[in-house]
């Protein structure tokens, strides 16, 4: 027990900045299918958040939590194993578990925090038959997990696989070109103009998680199309207003931000003035695609003119001061 203790201290001592660091450090071993995925949950996860919250009293954390505007679930211990299904490696994720908590069980550990990462994936790869790279970014998950929720509620996990079995099936391949196909829009597309239509897909684990943008359209106002009733899975949603949470439309509630899994490239470039300037007023991590694109925008001012694959974030908060 001694042991679990000294590495949950152990992880304790890296700090915000030490983290993005890692990950930077880290990103050219990771796996392109989990690249933009690694930092897209490091964005939806912000140590900073947690450590705020952690550091107020029992007695003062709602007032802080009500302060911040926070709607949703941001605490990673009520979905310890479903924060990262969007990740390709958490096909790996009871293995990673399991090792996580087998370092943990150990008198020392590594000192530096790429070194950690690397030696958890470095494990589940000799004992799963997996090449490293896919497993650095479910790696990383699974740590922050760990110094988010504490030894004792990251252990009493069931640690299995979130996915129905013909999606952890997939191949890399199958889910690389899934990505990265577009919508024909016939012989004389060229011709369709504002009569374009793309698909917006965002859950790729599920097979009717879409709906289709017309050309000029913003990602917020085509999730209007889709009717289904979304506010029975997520709260925050506006019956009849689609699978995304959204209430203001205009850039001031960022309620609508969402993490771009593949097409970043193909959605209009941030404005800095309004949307990047309120990205940062929000405090949601402005990182880059692979591409240079970036990869966290508002809905409600991403403007695709081609298919796009994007993840929702389960929160939404204005904790720009924090972070």
């Not at 027990?1 to 304790?12: D, K, N, P, R, Y």
């Amino acid at each position: 027990m001694e042991g679990l203790v000294t590495f949950e201290a152990h992880l304790s001592r890296f700090t915000p900045a030490d983290w993005a660091a890692a990950v930077e450090t880290l990103a050219p071993e990771i796996h392109p299918i989990d690249l933009d995925a690694t930092r897209i949950w490091c964005a939806f996860y912000p140590l900073q958040l947690h450590v705020a919250l952690e550091a107020a009293s029992d007695d003062a954390r709602p007032a802080l939590e009500r302060k911040l505007g926070l709607m949703g679930k941001w605490r990673l211990e009520d979905q310890i194993d479903s924060s990262h299904t969007f990740l390709y490696g958490h096909r790996y994720w009871p293995q990673t578990r399991r090792a996580i908590l087998a370092m943990a069980a150990e008198s020392s550990f590594p000192q530096s925090l790429p070194e950690i990462i690397t030696k958890v994936a470095d494990h589940v790869s000799r004992i799963s038959s997996v090449d490293r790279d896919q497993l650095i970014g479910i790696a990383i998950a699974g740590l922050m997990t760990l110094r988010q929720c504490g030894i004792d509620k990251f252990g009493s996990g069931k640690g299995s696989v979130q996915l129905p079995m013909n999606v952890e099936a997939r191949s890399i391949r199958q889910v690389r070109r899934k990505r990265a196909s577009q919508r024909s829009q016939g012989l004389f597309g060229f011709l369709r103009g504002n009569k374009k239509r793309f698909r917006m897909t965002f859950d790729e684990n599920s097979p009717d998680a879409t709906f289709d943008l017309i050309a000029g359209q913003d990602v917020a106002s085509g999730a209007q199309s889709d009717k289904r009733d979304h506010r029975s899975k997520d709260s925050r949603c506006i019956p009849g207003e689609g699978p995304i949470p959204v209430e203001c439309r205009a850039a001031s509630c960022g309620t609508c931000w969402i993490g771009v899994l593949a097409g970043a490239d193909r959605i209009a470039p941030i404005d800095p003035a309004d949307e990047g300037k309120r990205l940062k007023v929000f405090g949601y991590p402005q990182a880059q695609a692979a591409s240079g694109a970036p990869i966290i925008r508002l809905a409600c001012q991403a403007r695709p003119h081609g298919d796009v694959t994007f993840v929702i974030p389960p929160w939404n908060g204005i904790i720009g001061k924090i972070i």
